[in-house]
Antibody, heavy 124, light 107 residues
Framework: QVQLVQSGAEVKKPGASVKVSCKAS????????MHWVRQAPGQGLEWMGW????????SYAQKFQGRVTMTRDTSISTAYMELSSLRSDDTAVYYC?????????????????WGHGTLVTVSS | EIVLTQSPATLSLSPGERATLSCRAS??????LAWYQQKPGQAPVLLIY???NRATGIPARFSGSGSGTDFTLTISSLEPEDFAVYYC?????????FGGGTRVEIK
């Protein structure tokens, strides 16, 4: 069965960086894209960007460009999301999410599997 | 950026009742809309994609409809496990965006 297992909670100081991992199993890792979505406490969902797990290509939401880096290590079926210059409003649960496609438009149809989430707390 | 507005913010209903949730887009998203359910402390779960297609394993009491700018998620008869927050999300273009959510609570 498909599983996305994320790294544990992190506490960081403002200005620091955090790197969250997402280990996939139960499917062909390089056959899919991985997206990252975050959720601030008590708030809604915010899309951050994606990694093509085959080529390593990426695309980020404009809000995060310059601060986020999404990578992958195909040898261990793991995707990573690194966010730098952390601020207090980056405090959130960060999810990795696999997507599937139902057509050839180039936009994912939906997020069909999600990691359990990683809480990142930014506090001085 | 496409803005998705969900209403109502909170829906108070009893088990067995019908729930009707709305999602309105700031511009047409054709039928490119998905719905997710999220319970406290858990990741979202895909319910519906492309406006009306149930995801694998989702019970038939969940149905989606709509196109263009107005969409509806209907739960025909609420089960105790259906009390949760529901989000819509479009896939017309980048960035992908989500609605603010509708909380379905027990009356």
């Amino acid at each position: 069965q498909v599983q996305l297992v994320q790294s544990g909670a992190e506490v960081k100081k403002p200005g620091a960086s955090v790197k969250v991992s997402c280990k996939a199993s139960g499917y062909t890792f390089t056959g899919y894209y991985m997206h990252w979505v975050r959720q601030a406490p008590g708030q809604g969902l915010e899309w951050m960007g994606w990694t093509n797990l085959n080529t390593g290509g990426t695309s980020y939401a404009q809000k995060f460009q310059g601060r986020v880096t999404m990578t992958r290590d195909t040898s261990i079926s793991t995707a990573y999301m690194e966010l730098s210059s952390l601020r207090s409003d980056d405090t959130a649960v960060y999810y990795c999410a696999r997507v599937f496609y139902s057509d050839s438009r180039g936009y994912p149809t939906a997020f069909d599997y999600w990691g359990h989430g990683t809480l990142v707390t930014v506090s001085s | 950026e496409i803005v998705l507005t969900q209403s109502p913010a909170t829906l108070s209903l009893s088990p067995g009742e019908r729930a009707t949730l709305s999602c309105r887009a700031s511009q047409s998203v054709s039928s490119y809309l998905a719905w997710y359910q999220q319970k406290p402390g858990q990741a979202p779960v895909l319910l519906i994609y492309d406006a009306s297609n149930r995801a694998t394993g989702i019970p038939a009491r969940f149905s989606g409809s709509g196109s263009g700018t107005d969409f509806t998620l209907t739960i025909s008869s609420l089960e105790p496990e259906d009390f949760a927050v529901y989000y819509c999300q479009h896939r017309l273009n980048w960035p992908l965006t989500f609605g603010g959510g509708t909380r379905v609570e027990i009356k």
